[in-house]
């Protein structure tokens, strides 16, 4: 069935209550009723951008070299996509009147729980178009989330949500996770690091304070003196304060050379892509 339009301006019109009721959830009973009507089942990747972790690098204390980037993960599913449908707007940064980032590259959405999505909202591309999609979105300095994400099932009106396979292109200022550090635990642990990813400050580190500006979207890093430290639990390894610093004093590491094979295994099982492949 078909979204209804006037869900859209809903969001537009409460999105920026979203700290309000991130907060309200770390009350038990309201809590587990928002875990289970929006986010029962969800596992949701942040990835590093490709520029981070480049091809035939060295990029850990262990040498791995030639590590796929992590782009890599988003093809694989795209390709395995019997559906897949391109949304012409952000609802994130439509609902904040984003001026830094352009709103009109929104989620692509595979799976054939697209299929329902109201047409109005964006449209069917095929393999190319979807590809291309995503590396203009990275173009534009936005960060992937991929994986299943049962609140936009609820909010587009399709299903099942196990059917649905959303990849979200975010940028720091406007992004939905930006409650992470004020939701309930339940919740925020189903939004997570790639498999293997970490950020390190090295003893390059001025204190200089650029990383801590508007860039980590989940206010992970901060001073401590005259050096930048690094929440670990918070950090979801988008690596944006790697690729903000001036001095190359953040450092992305991978600690597995399989890490785009695990990220595949853990999302593949959540969420079912098969479809006629009409539109591949």
């Keep these: 069935m078909t979204g209804p339009y006037w869900m859209k301006t809903l969001i537009n019109k409460t999105f920026s209550q979203r700290f309000f009721w991130s907060k309200l959830t770390r009350h038990p009973p309201f809590g587990r009723m928002v875990d289970k009507l929006l986010f029962e089942g969800d596992d949701i990747l942040y990835l590093p951008k490709d520029r981070v972790v480049p091809i035939g690098e060295t990029v850990d204390a262990d040498h791995i070299q030639g590590t796929a980037v992590p782009s890599a993960l988003l093809e694989h599913f795209i390709r395995e996509a019997g559906f897949r449908w391109r949304m012409d707007f952000c609802i994130c940064r439509d609902s904040s009147g984003c001026r830094d980032y352009p709103t009109d590259l929104g989620c692509l959405f595979l799976g054939e729980a697209a299929r329902g999505i109201n047409p109005k909202f964006g449209r069917p591309v095929g393999e190319a178009e979807a590809l291309e999609h995503v590396a203009r979105c990275r173009e534009a300095g936005l960060v992937h989330l991929v994986g299943r994400n049962k609140l936009d099932s609820v909010w587009l009106n399709v299903g099942p949500s196990h059917r649905l396979l959303t ?114």
């Design 167 to 280: 990849i979200c292109n975010c940028c720091p200022c406007c992004c939905l996770w930006k409650v992470l550090p004020t939701i309930d635990t339940r919740i925020s642990r189903k939004v997570n690091r790639m498999p293997g990813v970490r950020l390190l400050v090295t003893d390059k580190c001025v204190g200089c304070g650029t990383c801590t500006r508007g860039v980590c979207f989940v206010d992970a890093i901060t001073l401590d003196g005259k050096r930048a430290v690094i929440d670990d639990a918070r950090c979801r390894g988008c690596g944006r304060c790697a690729d903000a610093c001036p001095n190359g004093s953040v450092r992305l590491e991978i600690d597995r050379p399989d890490y785009i094979e695990a990220a595949i295994e853990q999302i593949a099982g959540l969420v079912d892509l098969s479809g006629s492949g009409e539109h591949a």
